[in-house]
Nanobody, 123 residues
Framework: QVQLVESGGGLVQAGGSLRLSCAAS????????MGWFRQAPGKEREFVGA????????YYSDSVKGRFTISKDNAKNTIYLQMNSLKPEDTAVYIC????????????????WGQGTQVTVSS
């Protein structure tokens, strides 16, 4: 089993920045992908972006491309989500996930999930 714990959420004004962290523990794997999703009240879980654990390449949804950046620290089994130029529509619970696949972007392609951390962007 893999355990994922997110941190770093909070309240920020529009235009501000936050950095989320996701620490993995347990039977972690060196390959595969770790990603971020978000879910706002009454909405479906939405893919934000992901990073390949071994090669480090990243990919993002169009809604966050150019504003959000994912990075990793393999030694710490941790990934980060740097969020800049935040907008009120970015308000959601942000959830970290891990997959054994190479370029997954759908929730059913991920095997493990964290509990999530709330991000609220005020206008």
């Amino acid at each position: 089993q893999v355990q994922l714990v997110e941190s770093g959420g909070g309240l920020v004004q529009a235009g501000g920045s936050l950095r989320l962290s996701c620490a993995a523990s347990g039977r972690t794997f060196s390959s595969g992908t770790m990603g971020w999703f978000r879910q706002a009240p009454g909405k479906e879980r939405e893919f934000v972006g992901a990073i390949n654990r071994s090669r480090g390449y990243t990919y993002y949804s169009d809604s966050v491309k150019g504003r959000f950046t994912i990075s990793k620290d393999n030694a710490k089994n941790t990934i980060y989500l740097q969020m800049n130029s935040l907008k009120p529509e970015d308000t959601a619970v942000y959830i970290c996930a891990a997959s054994k696949l190479t370029v997954p972007s759908r929730p059913n392609e991920y095997d493990y999930w964290g509990q999530g951390t709330q991000v609220t962007v005020s206008s």
